[in-house]
């Protein structure tokens, strides 16, 4: 039996609770069928082949296979002397930079699980995620500081740009299994802490085409912060394959169109939010970087408006444009090209994994071109795709879970999403979906991001109220109004503009809507 089967097939726990790892493909490697081998082994054995090649580049410095692989060893023996050992999370508050993925590599190297955070948290929010995450290290928080302070007892901290000591060796270590690859904390909007641990352990199959339409010697560039799901699937899958991330310690337009040109990549990781930020950069700029070795822009975690994504496509070409949509979960997956896009234009995709079903409020599933709820299951598989930490699923009889957005089909089979149930705004008895109206008011030139958020109203239950980041002094309300109007129909349009001078959404493209709901409403 191989070793990785061996290891996970013990009852693995993870923060205390048992996992089962007998899906169908674990079930196969007994016979040797599928080579299934761990993230550490895997990462060795790429080392071993191509030692000198660039594993990570971060502004302006780069790690190889080599050094990547000896700088896990040693920082993982340091972890293990901390206490860190099979099946416990390791919290990691650090921004984009390589000792991140240093610190990955040696928390699998332990068989634990890391547990990214955003390293700009709040004290008291990281201390409510690592109270319940359990951890016993936390690595990008300074020890002895008033953040340090405020975590749970005997939870040991390690500073950004820690160098463990010279006397632990880069040595190999034992051959170890992560049960759960990756633990990270819901994007959501809720302000309760959320950890979506995940259902797989840390192993490949070597014998499969690479993820995510990557390549065994490619470069992804990837301009999103780490902590966020997608950011990290991404660029973890980047390196098991045996690409080279090239990381953005934030995202910059330019900086990311160099960084495709300088590397060759052949492929970006994007969120619409970040389309547009490239999109509005002068011709001249755009059009001077070399963009011919991408093969793949891939661009998810956000609603895409119609019109941001035609430009891309009429920009590189409809080949180059792969949308996808899922959540942390993984219940399903849909995938869509801009080949099939402009075919089936707004649409996510059809089904890749697992399955998808679209129901009214009463859980019955709805014909196609008629808007329900959207339920999600995994197939193929007899265990779960993640494990919630401080949260319950919504849940149908059957496997079904609901994320809580809203969507249809076509005849064709492929999915539509509205928006989410909990961002809907209901005024004067019509339904207005904040991600509708925040597309016509992205369109404006002069508006740089906007959230779209429903304001309590005597007479009409909620009012639309516009969050706009925007000049006042070049857009005004009634100018921006007007060109709305051109777009949305009147009971959609905002009946109040308010303007801001900082970013709405994160490089992630996420956004805390009830966080600002709340601020305007307390």
Avoid at 198 to 221: N, Y
Avoid at 423 to 432: A, F, P, Y
Wanted: aromatic share 6%.
């Amino acid at each position: 039996m191989p070793q990785v089967v061996a290891e996970v097939e013990e009852r693995a726990t993870v923060c205390g609770r048992p996992i089962s790892y007998s899906n169908d493909k674990l079930r196969a490697c007994y016979n040797d069928t599928v080579p299934l081998i761990s993230f550490p082994q895997r990462l060795s054995d790429l080392a071993n082949v191509l030692p000198d090649r660039p594993a990570v580049v971060c502004n302006g410095r780069s790690i190889s296979r080599s050094e990547l692989e000896r700088a896990g060893n040693r920082l993982a023996k340091d972890l293990a002397d901390r206490g860190v050992g099979h099946g416990d999370f390791v919290t990691v508050a650090l921004p984009n930079s390589i000792d991140w993925f240093v610190t990955y590599v040696a928390v699998w190297k332990l068989g634990a699980t890391p547990q990214p955070v955003s390293a700009k948290l709040p004290p008291r929010e990281l201390a409510a995620i690592v109270e319940l995450a359990s951890p016993k290290v936390v690595v990008g928080v300074e020890p002895g500081s008033d953040m340090a302070a405020l975590l749970p007892e005997g939870v040991q901290c390690i500073e950004k740009g820690y160098e463990p000591s010279a006397e632990y060796s880069d040595e190999p270590l034992s051959d170890a299994t992560s049960p759960a690859w990756k633990a990270p904390t819901s994007g959501g909007s809720t302000g309760r802490p959320k950890l979506i641990v995940s259902g797989d352990p840390a192993i490949v199959d070597t014998d499969a085409d690479p993820a995510m339409l990557m390549s065994h010697d490619g470069c992804l560039v990837m301009p999103g912060p780490l902590y966020h799901n997608g950011p990290a699937v991404w660029a973890c899958q980047a390196l098991l394959c045996g690409s080279t991330v090239v990381l953005l310690e934030r995202f910059d337009a330019e900086a990311t169109l160099a960084a495709i040109e300088d590397h060759r990549a052949d492929v970006v990781y994007m969120v619409p939010t970040m389309m547009k930020r490239v999109l509005r950069l002068e011709d001249e700029i755009r059009f001077s970087y070399d963009l011919s070795s991408l093969r793949v822009v891939w661009h998810l975690a956000e609603p895409c408006p119609q019109w941001l994504k035609q430009a891309w496509i009429d920009w590189l070409g409809p080949e180059r444009i792969v949308e996808l949509y899922a959540g942390t979960e993984a219940q399903a997956v849909t995938i869509i090209t801009g080949t099939e896009w402009l075919e089936h234009r707004g649409s996510v995709g059809r089904v890749d994994q697992g399955e998808i079903k679209v129901c009214d409020p009463d859980g019955n599933e709805v014909p196609a071109g008629e808007q329900g709820e959207v339920w999600m299951r995994p197939t193929n598989r007899d265990t779960p795709t993640y494990v919630y930490l401080g949260a319950e699923a919504k849940q149908l009889d059957g496997g079904w879970e609901s994320l809580g957005d809203l969507g249809w089909f076509d005849e064709d089979g492929y999915l539509y999403l509205g928006d989410r149930l909990a961002d809907m705004i209901l005024t004067g008895g019509s339904n207005v979906y904040p991600a509708e109206v925040e597309s016509a008011l992205q369109e404006h030139p002069d508006v740089k991001s906007v959230v779209v958020i429903g304001l309590p109203d005597d007479d009409k239950g909620s009012s639309v109220h516009a969050i706009v980041e925007a000049d006042p002094n070049v857009l005004s309300p009634e100018d921006l109004l007007t060109f709305a109007a051109e777009r949305l129909a009147k009971y959609k349009l905002p009946r109040s503009v308010e303007y801001v001078d900082e970013p709405l959404r994160d490089d992630a493209g996420k956004v805390r809507r009830n966080a600002l709901k709340a601020e305007r409403t307390s």
